[in-house]
């Protein structure tokens, strides 16, 4: 098993050419506000968006043209095969956040967890989530190195992470963030988007529907239009960028094929929660519900009490504590 917990990397003028992204950007807009899990059933007529756009660039079926300059970024594969002492650094995600005028933080957040066999496609994510938090599960875990780079420095729009771990105040990236890049665990460090100026009206709420692209004016500025109309507009260099990068991390190609062959099944992970549930003396057992049942609310409330997930000391306010 690689052990995860040092501290993450920071990398300095990363991209050669910030003009390349700009392209990137641009071929790519219109940009859509983050929904997925956080926020399942929003109404697409309502105002309940923050300004937080997110498109993949880089996925298991998509790779849009020029995100090599990510995927294949050679420091950025370095550093993360010095980070976890690896030699195998699969790159499989690469995806951009632009964020604007958001007067609280993100989620205090670990990534969502994939193991050999169980991932969001075969498995809730709240089971994933605790089969992290259990430990009873690493040696069947995909390690995952995740890469955050920022094109430009913005008012606020820092980033707390918690090297020392959740019980340890966080240590904050902000200011001089132009061209950097933090490269590290996210999937075992806690970390938290800082509010992300202009401050000055708050949060600005958007409809499910809103696009951020480039304004039509002729200004160069980049707008966001909601059903119609321009909400927002703001020179590129205002909204805060950040493109992620995820690699899946082997020690060696020997370790890479004999994980990959080690899958989990839903029965095998019903088995090893309830030998350990048993050792504990809790109540609950994944055998007494059906595996059709794995939604089930009592059956989830009784198996987080027993596996709470941290609560990083410190977080701020995030923007999904009022709206969720
Ligand atoms: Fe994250």
């Known amino acids: 098993m690689i052990h995860y917990s040092n501290p993450p990397v920071l990398l300095r003028d990363v991209i050669e050419d910030v003009g390349d992204v700009v392209r990137l950007l641009e071929r790519n807009a219109p940009y859509t506000p983050l929904g997925g899990w956080y926020r399942p059933g929003a109404d697409l007529d309502e105002p309940t968006s923050a300004m937080w756009f997110q498109n ?57 967890p994939r193991f050999h066999g169980r991932d969001r496609s075969n498995t809730p994510m709240w089971l994933l989530r ?32 918690w090297p020392d771990g959740p019980d340890q105040p966080p240590h904050e990236h902000v200011g001089d963030m132009a061209n950097t890049a933090l490269i590290g665990d996210n999937h075992g460090m806690f970390h938290q988007v800082a509010p992300v100026g202009p401050f000055d009206q708050g949060t ?39 493109v992620l990068w995820k690699a899946d991390v082997y020690r060696n190609e020997e370790e890479q094929l004999q994980r990959m ?64």
């Not at 690493?138 to 606020?156: C, L």
């Open 204 to 242: 600005r709420l958007v409809t499910p529907r809103a696009e951020l692209a480039p304004a039509v004016d002729g200004s160069g500025e980049w707008a966001v239009t909601d059903r119609g109309e321009v909400r927002y507009q703001a020179p590129l260099d205002q909204y805060r960028v950040s």
């Open 261 to 324: 062959a080690e899958t989990l099944s839903i029965p095998d992970v019903a088995r090893i929660f309830d030998r350990d549930l048993e050792e504990k003396g809790a109540d609950v057992r994944f055998d007494r519900f059906d595996v059709d049942r794995l939604e089930d609310p009592s059956l989830i409330a009784a198996v987080n009490a027993v596996y709470p997930e941290a609560v990083p000391l410190g977080k701020r306010q995030s923007i999904f504590d009022a709206v969720s």
């Open 130 to 161: 605790t089969m992290l938090w259990s430990g009873l599960f690493d040696r069947y875990a995909i390690v995952q190195a995740t890469s955050i780079w920022w094109m430009n420095d913005v008012e606020g729009g820092g980033l707390l992470y």
């Open 56 to 112: 993949d660039w880089v996925h298991a079926d998509l790779r849009v043209e020029g995100s090599e300059l990510f995927l294949f970024h050679e420091r950025v594969t370095q550093a993360a095969r010095d980070f976890y002492d690896a030699e195998v650094i699969v790159p499989h995600s690469v995806y951009v956040n632009c964020m604007a005028a958001i007067d609280k933080g993100g989620p205090a957040h670990t990534d969502n």
